[in-house]
């Protein structure tokens, strides 16, 4: 019973966490944008109707990825894994932060590629509801979704030395970086973010949403580029971008199938 409460308390804490990050990243990236008009990138599109669909899918989405990365931590506290962890250390925190940053990306980039199987798309298409994603979006997912695209910050205790501080310095990351990739306003497009450099911008999700069948990947372009998934025009609208230091309409940037 004791062992319950404990796992309660563990769980309270990190969504209480994730949810005043989900908030405080929303609000700060609306109030940059706000500003900023001239960067979005879908100009014939405002996601913004969908604002409280998505915060209120995104409040079960978060519980249910907090419940797996509470487990996972509670499991390894309770010496219930494979490996005791590595004391942290300067060397132990950035190693292991490393190696998770890139098992997740490949984790992220083929999950997302299972979901959008016809036979499981049906747990991935609420997110692709907005075409025109905002701040908001990000975590606007269903459980299984949630479970397939998190399952990561469950399993990783069980499998890896991983001192505490390194997974969730990775779920913080992955939480802001995901929103700003989500924000559906450009403002990081450079040649840090196009070929040959395996980092991605804004653009790279936002063209998932608004075409599809393009750019799977979360932190990297490196699993799509591998599996000829990247959008055949991202590097050229990233460099566009970079050039003009403009942000284009995507719709121009339309390939084969699209969104209506
Ligand atoms: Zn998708
Ligand atoms: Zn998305």
Not at 33 to 49: F, L, V
Not at 109 to 137: D, E, F, Q
Not at 180 to 192: N, T
Not at 217 to 245: A, I
Request: aromatic content about 18%; charged content about 15%; overall charge neutral.
């Amino acid at each position: 019973m004791d062992l319950l409460l404990d796992f309660v308390i563990v769980f309270a804490v990190i969504y209480a966490v994730m949810v005043a990050v989900y908030f405080a990243t929303g609000l700060t990236l609306s109030f940059i944008n706000y500003r900023h008009p001239e960067r979005r990138i879908q100009k014939h599109r405002d996601g913004s109707k969908r604002m409280w669909l998505e915060i209120r899918a995104s409040m079960h989405a978060l519980a249910t990825s907090s419940l797996l990365l509470s487990g996972g931590y509670f499991a390894q506290s309770q010496g219930w894994t494979l490996f005791e962890p590595l004391a942290l250390s300067w060397w132990s925190f950035p190693l292991m932060f490393a190696i998770c940053f890139v098992l997740f990306d490949a984790w992220f980039y083929w999950g997302h590629r299972i979901l959008h199987l016809p036979s499981l798309y049906k747990w991935h298409v609420p997110h692709h509801k907005s075409v025109a994603p905002t701040v908001w979006s990000n975590d606007s997912s269903t459980t299984i979704d949630t479970l397939i695209e998190h399952g990561f910050y469950f399993i990783v205790w069980f499998v890896l030395p991983v001192p505490a501080l390194s997974v969730f310095a990775l779920r913080l990351f992955d939480q802001i970086s995901g929103m700003v990739g989500h924000s559906g306003f450009e403002y990081f497009a450079s040649r840090s973010s196009r070929f040959p450099s395996p980092l991605i911008c804004t653009t790279f999700h936002d063209l998932h949403h608004s075409q599809f069948h393009y750019n799977y990947g979360n932190f990297f372009s490196f699993w799509d580029r591998v599996c000829g998934t990247v959008h055949p025009k991202y590097d050229e609208l990233v460099q566009e971008m970079e050039l003009t230091g403009e942000v284009p309409d995507t719709k121009d940037a339309r390939v084969g199938k699209s969104a209506a």
